[in-house]
T-cell receptor
Framework: NAGVTQTPKFRVLKTGQSMTLLCAQD?????MYWYRQDPGMGLRLIHY???????AKGEVPDGYNVSRLKKQNFLLGLESAAPSQTSVYFC?????????????FGPGTRLTVL | GQSLEQPSEVTAVEGAIVQINCTYQ??????LSWYQQHDGGAPTFLSY????GLEETGRFSSFLSRSDSYGYLLLQELQMKDSASYFC?????????FGQGTELSVKP
C-alpha cells in the first residue's frame, strides 16, 4: 500500500496563476484533509471532507477550493495564487471513528508563489 | 475560540527523560492526540488520550487531565533520533486542531 500520496512534490508559481494539488489514498478512508504549514507553525486546516462528494471549510479556507469526486482522491485548488500562499501543503486521511482520529499524512507539497 | 499552548523549544540530553506540556481551550473536545514530525516531513501519529490518565506506548507516554484542560507527552530514554517537532492536537468532530509545536533537540 502506498498510503497517502501527493502530487506534485514541489511547485513554483507566479502571482495570479492557478494550480491543483492532488492527494490520493489507498486505505479506503472516509475522511480526508488539507493542511498548510508555515515555518515554525503548526498545521492549519484548510478544508476537509467526511466522505465522497462532501467538503467543508477548516480554519483557513480563503483562497482555496476543494473537490472530492472519488473517495480515494481529494483535490486542492488555488484559483489565483498569492505570495501569502507560499507554504508546505499536507494532505491527510483517516477512518470515520467517533472521537478517535488517527490521521495518516502524505509527504507534502512545497509551493512557492513569486 | 480554540487554542492550544505548548513550549516552542525543549532541549535534553541523550538517555534523559523529557516532558512536553500542552494546555488547550476548545469546544467539543473528544480527546488529545500527539504527532511527531521530523525536519518538515510527514507528521506521524504517536498517541491519543480520550480519558483522563496515562497511556503508554514503548518509550513514549501521554497524559490527559480533562478537568485541567492539560496534557503532556513524556519521552523516556531519549535517543538522537527523537530530535523532531512534537504537536498536540485536539479532536473535534472528525477534525484535528493543532498546537504550534515543540521542537525537541536531543544532545549527546
Amino acid at each position: 500500500n502506498a498510503g497517502v500520496t501527493q502530487t506534485p512534490k514541489f511547485r513554483v508559481l507566479k502571482t495570479g496563476q492557478s494550480m491543483t494539488l492532488l492527494c490520493a489514498q489507498d486505505m479506503n478512508h472516509e475522511y480526508m484533509y488539507w493542511y498548510r504549514q508555515d515555518p515554525g507553525m503548526g498545521l492549519r486546516l484548510i478544508h476537509y471532507s467526511v466522505g465522497e462528494g462532501t467538503t467543508a471549510k477548516g480554519e483557513v479556507p480563503d483562497g482555496y477550493n476543494v473537490s472530492r469526486l472519488k473517495k480515494q482522491n481529494f483535490l486542492l485548488g488555488l484559483e489565483s495564487a498569492a505570495p501569502s500562499q507560499t507554504s508546505v501543503y499536507f494532505c491527510a486521511s483517516s477512518y470515520q471513528r467517533a472521537g478517535y482520529n488517527e490521521q495518516f499524512f502524505g509527504p507534502g507539497t512545497r509551493l512557492t508563489v513569486l | 475560540g480554540q487554542s492550544l499552548e505548548q513550549p516552542s523549544e525543549v532541549t535534553a540530553v541523550e538517555g534523559a527523560i523529557v516532558q512536553i506540556n500542552c494546555t488547550y481551550q476548545t469546544s467539543g473536545f473528544y480527546g488529545l492526540s500527539w504527532y511527531q514530525q521530523h525536519d518538515g516531513g510527514a507528521p506521524t501519529f504517536l498517541s491519543y488520550n480520550a480519558l483522563d490518565g496515562l497511556e503508554e506506548t514503548g518509550r513514549f507516554s501521554s497524559f490527559l487531565s480533562r478537568s485541567d484542560s492539560y496534557g503532556y507527552l513524556l519521552l523516556q530514554e531519549l535517543q538522537m533520533k527523537d530530535s523532531a517537532s512534537y504537536f498536540c492536537a485536539t479532536n473535534q468532530g472528525g477534525k484535528l486542531i493543532f498546537g504550534q509545536g515543540t521542537e525537541l533537540s536531543v544532545k549527546p
